[in-house]
């Protein structure tokens, strides 16, 4: 199956700061999904984005699919920003969808004020 | 609207109690998950329903047993669980995307804020 390795594992960062977060998988994908996890367990999706560069606000992604990553940025980091932030790709079979995500093991996240 | 819905928030529950977990959505998703997440880790797929019927089943443990009423609704019922048994459960939905489908379909995942159960 493919096999997903984000990095860092741990990142800390002081309020204000920028950072990227970085998704390495092993085979091309149809899908790719960037999660924040917060405090609280709620999985919340932050960008579909399987190809290209998306923004949203102080977030933005972008996949280069044939290379096979994917970064996260977040710039002027704040508190609420902590929490554990996965990436998930899916490859579709013959027939379409498989169903199936697979998760890289995450990247804890913490903002100090 | 892309809420997904789980209740309960918090269950506690013995080895010998029968309890369910529900999952709705209105997003008019065709195909629903249970995810099984412990601390530190992951989310572990366990089942996905397509069109009301089961369609994976990841070698999951009898006492687990998904039911798919309609289109909107997943239940988990829970039997005889183990404390390892213990996690966060996580539902989710998604669309059904074929290759013969529009480009604009996806299966992006939508996931519910889970249920915290702890088995003594």
Do not use: C, F, K, W
């Given at each position: 199956g493919i096999q997903v390795e984000q990095s860092p594992p741990d990142l800390i960062l002081q309020e204000g700061a920028n950072s990227t977060l970085r998704c390495n998988f092993s085979d091309s994908v149809n899908n790719l999904q960037w999660f924040h996890q917060n405090p609280w367990g709620q999985l919340i999706n932050l960008f579909y984005i399987p190809s290209g560069t998306k923004q949203n606000g102080r977030l933005s992604a972008t996949t280069v699919a044939t290379e096979r990553y994917s970064l996260l940025y977040i710039s002027s980091?704040?508190?609420?920003?902590?929490g554990v932030y996965f990436c998930a790709v899916e490859r579709l079979n013959s027939g379409g969808s498989n169903y199936k995500l697979t998760f890289g093991k995450g990247t804890l996240l913490t903002v100090n004020p | 609207d892309t809420e997904v819905t789980q209740t309960p928030k918090h269950l506690v529950m013995g080895m010998t109690n029968k309890k369910s977990l529900k999952c709705e959505q209105h997003?008019?998703?065709?195909a629903m998950y249970w995810y099984k997440q412990k601390a530190k880790k992951p989310p572990e797929l366990m089942f996905v329903y397509s069109y009301e019927k089961l369609?994976?089943?990841?070698?999951?443990?009898?006492?687990f047993s998904p039911e798919c009423p309609n289109s909107s609704l997943l239940n988990l019922h829970l039997h005889?669980?183990?404390?390892?048994?213990s996690a966060l459960y996580l539902c989710a939905s998604s669309q059904i995307w074929t290759r013969?489908?529009?480009?604009?379909?996806?299966?992006?995942q939508f996931f519910g804020p889970g249920t915290r159960l702890t088995v003594l």
């Open positions: 980091s704040q508190t609420t920003d902590s | 997003m008019g998703h065709r369609s994976i089943n990841e070698s999951v443990p009898s006492r005889a669980l183990q404390p390892e048994d013969s489908a529009l480009p604009s379909s996806y299966n992006e």
